[in-house]
């Protein structure tokens, strides 16, 4: 297994050898949970805090059940319930916990560059569970091991990532990730839905879906961040959900053999029409419960655990391809 380090800010610099040591840990972590009891002792008398500055149901929950599947304790501290309201800075926020006894803080926070600013303030492990419209590494990571799952493997697959690339975090760290893993990476958007400088970006950027999805082998719809997205950078959401909505009708005509993924929560009618896409092979509650695996994996790999349950891991690594 290859060293992790303290902590998993982002998946920039992060190395083939690296992230394939974290997804074949996931697939160990996965059999954990299709036992009847969900438990292993690697992190017993460790102690994770989720603090999330933004609301959360799959990350925020998918680490607390990660957690205490490795036996750790988990504290969910929440901003508008905390000192934050009487005024308290990010940085004694931090600061306060790790005296308490946290071995770990996962922080999600909507100002980008904050995970790197906690990890520079205290001793402890910090995972960004999202930072702004910067990145969200673990998110990257499951959606990887969902494919290699789904597909076999990521090197040399087409992936065409649709949507509000501009405002997505997570389509940064995929972007990473991917070419990391050798995948092949389309854009779908919008001009006014792309960053600056995307011309020296590993991808390939079109703004219209059905030539941006045709043969992919992987269709990432990408919620359209309303919350952020407040700017008038599309004409209307039914003129969007027209251009660049994913439906069963275009699937099936430009993507038939494709994985769908979205990293949710999925603006109904928007991104996706209908409730369910029979004709693909939809992955999005999969995702989920892969969330759960490769987010144990790197808490184990961050916190500790290469002791004596070390064989879990080396039994359940099984070399799947990149």
């Given at each position: 297994?290859?060293?992790?380090?303290p902590?998993l800010?982002s998946?920039?610099?992060?190395t083939?050898?690296?992230i394939v040591?974290?997804?074949?840990?996931?697939?160990?972590?996965?059999?954990v949970?299709?036992?009847s009891v969900?438990?292993v002792?690697v992190?017993?008398?460790?102690?994770?805090?989720?603090?999330?500055?933004?609301s959360?149901?799959?990350?925020?929950s998918?680490f607390?059940?990660?957690?205490?599947?490795l036996?750790a304790?988990?504290i969910n501290v929440t901003?508008?319930q905390?000192s934050?309201?009487?005024g308290?800075?990010l940085?004694?926020?931090v600061?306060t916990?790790?005296?308490?006894?946290a071995?770990?803080?996962?922080?999600?926070?909507?100002?980008?560059?904050?995970a790197?600013?906690?990890?520079?303030?205290v001793e402890c492990?910090?995972?960004?569970g999202?930072?702004?419209c910067?990145?969200?590494p673990?998110?990257?990571l499951l959606?990887?091991?969902?494919?290699?799952?789904?597909k076999?493997?990521v090197a040399g697959l087409?992936?065409?990532?649709?949507g509000?690339?501009?405002h997505s975090?997570?389509a940064?760290?995929?972007?990473l990730?991917?070419s990391a893993?050798g995948?092949k990476?389309?854009?779908?958007a919008p001009?006014?839905?792309l960053?600056?400088?995307?011309?020296?970006w590993?991808?390939?950027v079109y703004d219209?879906?059905?030539r941006?999805i045709d043969g992919a082998?992987v269709v990432m719809?990408l919620r359209?961040q309303l919350?952020?997205?407040?700017?008038?950078y599309?004409?209307?959401?039914?003129e969007?959900?027209?251009?660049y909505?994913?439906s069963?009708e275009?699937?099936?005509?430009?993507?038939?053999q494709?994985?769908?993924?979205?990293p949710?929560p999925?603006?109904?009618?928007?991104e996706?029409?209908?409730?369910?896409?029979?004709?693909?092979?939809?992955?999005?509650l999969?995702?989920?419960?892969?969330g759960v695996a490769?987010?144990?994996?790197?808490?184990?790999?961050?916190?500790g655990?290469?002791?004596e349950?070390?064989?879990l891991l080396a039994?359940?690594s099984?070399?799947?391809?990149?």
């Amino acid at each position: 297994m290859p060293a992790f380090g303290p902590h998993l800010l982002s998946l920039s610099g992060m190395t083939q050898e690296r992230i394939v040591g974290i997804l074949d840990a996931a697939e160990a972590f996965l059999d954990v949970g299709q036992q009847s009891v969900k438990k292993v002792p690697v992190l017993r008398g460790k102690t994770l805090v989720n603090l999330f500055y933004e609301s959360s149901t799959r990350t925020r929950s998918s680490f607390e059940i990660a957690a205490k599947r490795l036996s750790a304790d988990v504290i969910n501290v929440t901003p508008s319930q905390s000192s934050v309201t009487k005024g308290e800075s990010l940085s004694d926020t931090v600061k306060t916990i790790e005296a308490l006894g946290a071995d770990g803080i996962v922080i999600r926070h909507a100002s980008s560059g904050a995970a790197e600013f906690v990890a520079e303030r205290v001793e402890c492990h910090v995972v960004n569970g999202g930072d702004g419209c910067h990145e969200h590494p673990t998110q990257a990571l499951l959606d990887l091991f969902t494919i290699r799952k789904k597909k076999g493997r990521v090197a040399g697959l087409t992936v065409a990532i649709v949507g509000d690339i501009l405002h997505s975090r997570v389509a940064r760290s995929n972007i990473l990730g991917l070419s990391a893993l050798g995948a092949k990476i389309r854009l779908v958007a919008p001009p006014t839905l792309l960053p600056r400088g995307i011309d020296r970006w590993p991808v390939t950027v079109y703004d219209r879906l059905d030539r941006g999805i045709d043969g992919a082998d992987v269709v990432m719809a990408l919620r359209l961040q309303l919350e952020r997205a407040s700017g008038g950078y599309i004409p209307s959401l039914a003129e969007y959900s027209r251009l660049y909505g994913l439906s069963r009708e275009v699937l099936e005509r430009h993507a038939p053999q494709a994985v769908v993924l979205h990293p949710g929560p999925v603006n109904r009618g928007v991104e996706i029409s209908g409730e369910e896409l029979f004709c693909n092979d939809v992955a999005i509650l999969d995702q989920v419960e892969y969330g759960v695996a490769v987010r144990m994996a790197v808490l184990y790999l961050l916190m500790g655990g290469r002791g004596e349950e070390s064989s879990l891991l080396a039994a359940g690594s099984r070399g799947e391809g990149l």
